[in-house]
């Protein structure tokens, strides 16, 4: 793979910048409460040397009842200030499942108008397998400036989405798992319909990924976003069930080259909880 300091960069380059005095590393790991894994704790076991955590469900806006939604601007600035993450610095960013919720965090930091980020491909798995080091001490961090530029352009809200379903125009992009797109299989949080968004299209982020959890390459991605109807010389809107994997095919669809895409942040659990916007089940 070609690494990428704005978008995806292997273990290998990671190993060999390890040291950088501008690198930081964040471990983003997040998993479904269902899956019964505490990420805090796991970091505390064990991280890559010098990575800081990364609370996706905490560095978030605590005024929505929606999971995790973006944090305002001022939360996110204090939390990375007190992280020692700010100007000047070279973000890398994992997850323990290997590629899941660190394109959330790269997205966010976008979001924040932050360029110097990127993701580790195949994440802490890859790393681990391939015995590199690893450690239990979290790093002492420095106070650190972050100058933050809205990225407006980067999110869409549930008026604007239900405006892209009506008119088939941004392409609305989906990216659970094919049986919950067509409405076949229950949603992960109680109280959602099952089904997707009318005119909506389905890419399930897995399709993205090598059998490692490492990413596609980009050619390979375009495979797969046109066997599934997308019409890549056009915008975007990712989704999928609460803005976590969205962020993986908007992590693809960057890599590619394609830039006019926006993340639905409320994504499938506010769609699916609300019963004044409509639900299209099956292939349709």
């Given at each position: 793979m070609t690494d990428d300091p704005k978008t995806l960069v292997s273990t290998d380059w990671l190993a060999a910048h390890l040291k950088d005095p501008d690198l930081r590393i964040l471990d983003a790991s997040w998993y479904l409460p269902t899956e019964g894994r505490d990420p805090k704790a796991e970091y505390e076991a064990g991280h890559i040397p010098g990575a800081r955590f990364f609370d996706i469900d905490e560095i978030s806006d605590a005024r929505s009842d929606l999971p995790h939604m973006a944090p305002p601007v001022e939360k996110f600035m204090s939390r990375m200030r007190a992280m020692g993450v700010?100007?000047?610095?070279?973000?890398?960013?994992?997850?323990?499942?290997?590629?899941?919720?660190?394109?959330?965090?790269?997205?966010?930091?976008?979001?924040?108008?932050?360029?110097?980020?990127?993701?580790?491909d195949g994440g802490l798995p890859k790393w681990v397998a391939e015995g590199r080091a690893m450690e239990d001490m979290p790093p002492i961090p420095r106070d650190r400036h972050m100058t933050v530029r809205f990225q407006n352009h980067l999110v869409r809200d549930v008026t604007q989405v239900a405006h892209a379903s009506k008119l088939g125009t941004p392409q609305i992009v989906d990216a659970r798992a094919a049986a919950r797109f067509r409405g076949e299989a229950p949603e992960p949080r109680a109280g959602l319909r099952a089904g997707h968004i009318p005119k909506s299209r389905n890419v399930p982020y897995t399709a993205l990924l090598n059998a490692?959890?490492?990413?596609?390459?980009?050619?390979?991605?375009?495979?797969?976003?046109?066997?599934?109807?997308?019409?890549?010389?056009?915008?975007?809107v990712t989704s999928c069930g609460s803005g976590i994997t969205a962020a993986v095919l908007a992590l693809a669809l960057e890599r590619m080259g394609h830039h006019e895409w926006a993340l639905y942040d409320?994504?499938?659990?506010?769609?699916?909880?609300?019963?004044t916007v409509p639900v299209a089940t099956g292939d349709a």
């Amino acid at each position: 793979m070609t690494d990428d300091p704005k978008t995806l960069v292997s273990t290998d380059w990671l190993a060999a910048h390890l040291k950088d005095p501008d690198l930081r590393i964040l471990d983003a790991s997040w998993y479904l409460p269902t899956e019964g894994r505490d990420p805090k704790a796991e970091y505390e076991a064990g991280h890559i040397p010098g990575a800081r955590f990364f609370d996706i469900d905490e560095i978030s806006d605590a005024r929505s009842d929606l999971p995790h939604m973006a944090p305002p601007v001022e939360k996110f600035m204090s939390r990375m200030r007190a992280m020692g993450v700010g100007d000047g610095h070279q973000v890398v960013i994992y997850d323990g499942a290997g590629i899941l919720s660190a394109p959330r965090v790269w997205w966010l930091f976008k979001l924040m108008g932050q360029e110097n980020v990127t993701v580790l491909d195949g994440g802490l798995p890859k790393w681990v397998a391939e015995g590199r080091a690893m450690e239990d001490m979290p790093p002492i961090p420095r106070d650190r400036h972050m100058t933050v530029r809205f990225q407006n352009h980067l999110v869409r809200d549930v008026t604007q989405v239900a405006h892209a379903s009506k008119l088939g125009t941004p392409q609305i992009v989906d990216a659970r798992a094919a049986a919950r797109f067509r409405g076949e299989a229950p949603e992960p949080r109680a109280g959602l319909r099952a089904g997707h968004i009318p005119k909506s299209r389905n890419v399930p982020y897995t399709a993205l990924l090598n059998a490692d959890q490492t990413m596609k390459s980009p050619d390979e991605t375009r495979v797969v976003f046109e066997a599934a109807g997308v019409d890549l010389g056009a915008p975007i809107v990712t989704s999928c069930g609460s803005g976590i994997t969205a962020a993986v095919l908007a992590l693809a669809l960057e890599r590619m080259g394609h830039h006019e895409w926006a993340l639905y942040d409320g994504s499938w659990a506010e769609w699916g909880m609300f019963p004044t916007v409509p639900v299209a089940t099956g292939d349709a």
